[in-house]
Structures are given as structure tokens and as C-alpha cells.
């Protein structure tokens, strides 16, 4: 099975490559983790290397970070994962208004309509 190429670019060590198991991956969209497809020691594994960054609900399209209190409580079947920002938003979610309340207040400013 071929793994999935993510780059990352960190200040400290520039761009480094990551890969993520295909099997991991959800099966209709090839990109998040849903939570109650993954193990919990591959997930821990996930976190740890840092291939997993952000988790979100999928019932009320929101992402927010891994320490988040919110995250926390959702239940399993709607927690999902997902190796970067940038993917959650090209899915439709919308930042944490708990742990990322910079980028909720700027996305709140876009999503009103101007008039």
C-alpha cells in the first residue's frame, strides 16, 4: 500500500516530509481520520510524530487543536483528524471558537454578509 506524502515546514528544520498509512485514511473523502476508525495506539503514534495536528467534529463541521477542551467532550463516531489547517478548511470546516478564537473571529468577519 502506498503511504500518503505530506511536507510540513518548520522554522527550526525547514521542510520535512511525513507519510501517512492510506489505510488510515477516511474512505470517501482520502484525507481525515474518523476516530472510530483508527486503533487507539496507532492514533497515540499519529500524535506523537506529528502527522495528526488538528481534530474536528464532523457532525457540526468545526476543527479546532488536539488540546482543546471542546474537542475533548464530542463524542467518538463525529471526532475526526486531520494532518493539517489547510486540509480542515478545503473539507468545509470552520475554526474553534474555544481554542482557535483568532482565526473564528476572522472567519466570522468573512462569513457575515456585507450590506
Same mark, same amino acid.
Do not use: M, T
Given at each position: 500500500m502506498v503511504p500518503l506524502t505530506v511536507y510540513e515546514f518548520s522554522q527550526v528544520?525547514?521542510? %520535512? &516530509? &511525513?507519510?501517512? /498509512?492510506v489505510s488510515l485514511l477516511d474512505p470517501v473523502n482520502k484525507t481525515m481520520i474518523r476516530h472510530n476508525q483508527i %486503533?487507539? /495506539?496507532e492514533l497515540r503514534k499519529q500524535?506523537? $510524530? &506529528?502527522?495528526?495536528?488538528?481534530?474536528g467534529n464532523a457532525k457540526l463541521k468545526i476543527y479546532g487543536k488536539l488540546s482543546c477542551k471542546s474537542g475533548k467532550r464530542m463524542k467518538k463516531? $463525529? &471526532?475526526v483528524f486531520f494532518i493539517s489547517e489547510k486540509e480542515a478548511i478545503h473539507l468545509g470546516y470552520r475554526p474553534?471558537?474555544?481554542?482557535? %478564537?483568532?482565526?473564528?473571529?476572522n472567519w466570522k468577519l468573512k462569513s457575515i454578509p456585507s450590506g
Open positions: 528544520s525547514g521542510w %520535512k &516530509r &511525513r507519510s501517512l /498509512p %486503533k487507539a /495506539p500524535i506523537r $510524530n &506529528r502527522v495528526i495536528i488538528f481534530g463516531e $463525529n &471526532r474553534c471558537g474555544h481554542c482557535l %478564537k483568532k482565526d473564528y473571529q
